[in-house]
């Protein structure tokens, strides 16, 4: 029984003594004959303390479970008390957000036919299953979300619907960031095309994996109003991609590999931007083949050159950038980047870099065809003369930005990867002497009176230390040194103000190999002191944009 004054369990009181119970039976067996009431009498007594034995120790056993269950309450919550004094609860969640995108970065969300995903696979559904504060925040960051990779079994009797609905909730909570998705069939999402819509959704970037998955399926995302923005490793037969009622509405294309592509653009009339990457010149079509180009709206192009296929060197005279260049017209043309994608110094870069002679008379043509004006040109480890870089920026007198970036070239061993011809590839001398006088504001050595791009406000350069003339370079840079308060820098470039060149506002310099001469350094930090961005960048550094 529980005490009315404590609430706790009351021993029970026995009715008989254990010890005199014993003498008594005892007793009893020495007597012949002997009393049988006597021996239910004690019975009784024995059997109903039995029970009441029973009953204390029920009690008593449901006080210890009690107790055992608040006990590893409290420990449990000792614990959690303990994590909420952890260092990482004291991060603000703009900085536990850029963890969880430096992790999530790179690894797709993997939705697997079998049953085990890859070990970065399901990284947001394993970071959100934490703790409730990490899920909010991870379920809040749509770029988790948008990096999808499908792995499908081949297996006709397999069906995909099990993982619909994670890929569905992953659509969800991506909302309106970039969506990039692996292998996108039809056949592998037939819920998606019953009326399923993407009202946020603004860039879709497809990737196909295997050779033989078939090409996208890009009309799943005809529901989508305000996506402007496709990349893709492929696109589907022009009957297919008619389908795609979006392409009217897509200003920036990125496309990846062959020539093919280029003759499905003009089924996107409204194009603004078109990355052409890792241009692949393993086939070539004849000159006749593709078909002219005439994209109206197309003010950046970007081309990113690759061999592609290692040992493939058969490009140096015909290669798909000259045929891409005689084909096209693009009145609207304001921003030229070339750029080599095999640029850093290990033997399967050096096989895989674009070595194709540059296309002068190509380029030439194609201005004049097109009769637009650069504002902004980017050379990225291409090789061409330095006579031919000039005569390219002749042409665009409006030019405002402009960045070339060398290879330091001892650090390239082209002998072992030999042109079709048998010569040995030798990257051109750019930023020589020649380029640099040119560029001078007023002693340029040209006929004309007028400097090399006058507009010229903003200039990268990664030079090969080996050729560099520092002096050159900051004669050059002082000589477009302009600025309007700075009285005693314009008496000083008066012949420049005569030639009404525009004033450089920013000039960022690597040097590679070696340092840049001192007292050509304090120079141009004198000049930074007085206004222009300057910076020196050092080899170590990420390349960036102007």
């Known amino acids: 029984m529980a005490c009315p004054n404590c609430g706790g369990i009351k021993p029970y009181a026995s009715r008989c003594d254990p010890e005199n119970v014993s003498a008594r039976i005892n007793s009893m067996l020495r007597t012949i004959p002997f009393s049988s009431s006597s021996a239910l009498r004690i019975r009784r007594d024995v059997e109903d303390d039995i029970r ?5 120790i029920s009690q008593l ?28 609860r004291r991060l603000p969640v703009e900085l536990l957000t850029r963890i969880f995108v430096a992790v999530c970065d790179g690894h797709p969300i993997t939705f697997a036919a079998h049953a085990r995903m890859e070990r970065f696979g399901c990284l947001p559904f394993t970071l959100a299953s934490v703790c409730s504060g990490w ?15 499908l792995l499908w079994a081949h297996s006709a009797s397999f069906t995909h619907s099990h993982l619909e609905q994670s890929l569905r909730l992953c659509l969800v909570r991506s909302k309106s960031y970039a969506l990039s998705i692996g292998d996108l069939l039809e056949a592998k999402f037939p819920s998606l095309t019953s009326g399923k819509s993407f009202p946020l959704l603004e860039t879709l970037e497809v990737r196909h994996y295997r050779a033989g998955d078939g090409l996208p399926d890009l009309f799943l995302f005809n529901s989508a109003p305000r996506l402007h923005s496709l990349k893709t490793s492929q696109l589907p037969p022009p009957e297919r991609l008619r389908a795609f009622t979006p392409r009217n509405q897509i200003t920036n294309l990125e496309v990846i590999y ?17 990355v052409y990457a890792e241009v692949d010149h393993e086939f070539v079509p004849g000159p006749e083949e593709p078909p002219w180009q005439t994209l109206p709206h197309l003010s950046m192009v970007e081309f990113q050159m690759s061999t592609c296929e290692a040992g493939h060197e058969e490009i140096s005279q015909n290669h798909l950038l000259k045929l891409l260049i005689d084909k096209l017209t693009l009145p609207s043309l304001t921003t030229l980047a070339i750029k080599n994608l095999h640029k850093r110094v290990d033997d399967d870069s050096v096989e895989r870099m674009f070595k194709g002679n540059w296309p002068h008379q190509a380029f030439a043509d194609f201005f004049q065809r097109s009769a637009c004006s650069l504002s902004a040109l980017h050379l990225d480890h291409i090789s061409l003369p330095d006579t031919d870089l000039c005569s390219l920026l002749k042409l665009h ?22 042109l079709d ?17 040119t560029l001078h504001a007023f002693n340029h050595g040209l006929t004309s009176s007028s400097p090399l791009v006058p507009k010229l406000q903003n200039l990268y350069f990664a030079a090969d230390g080996d050729l560099f003339d520092d002096v050159l370079f900051w004669k050059m840079v002082v000589s477009r040194w302009v600025p309007n308060s700075d009285t005693s820098s314009c008496r000083e470039n008066a012949s420049a103000s005569a030639t ?17 001469r001192e007292d050509v350094d304090l120079k141009l930090r004198h000049l930074k002191k007085a206004g222009l961005d300057f910076a020196l960048l050092s080899e170590g550094k990420e390349d960036t944009e102007i």
């Open 397 to 418: 007198p409006c030019l405002i930005e402009l960045r070339v970036r060398e290879i330091r070239r001892k650090d390239y061993d082209f002998a072992p990867y030999p």
């Open 61 to 88: 056993r449901s006080r210890l479970l009690y107790l055992e269950e608040l006990q590893e309450l409290l420990s449990k919550h000792d614990e959690q008390l303990k994590s909420l004094s952890a260092p990482i």
């Open 135 to 149: 899920r909010q925040i991870v379920i809040d960051i749509p770029r988790l979300w948008s990096n999808l990779k």
């Open 500 to 516: 009404r060149v525009t004033c450089l506002r920013s000039v960022k310099l690597r040097v590679l190999g070696r340092a840049l």
């Open 52 to 56: 009441g034995f029973d009953w204390e």
């Open 258 to 274: 062959g020539w093919s592509v280029y003759a499905e653009l003009h089924n996107f009339p409204n194009l603004k931007s078109l």
């Open 421 to 437: 011809d048998g010569t040995v590839f030798q990257f051109q001398d750019l930023i020589t002497p020649l380029l640099l006088t």
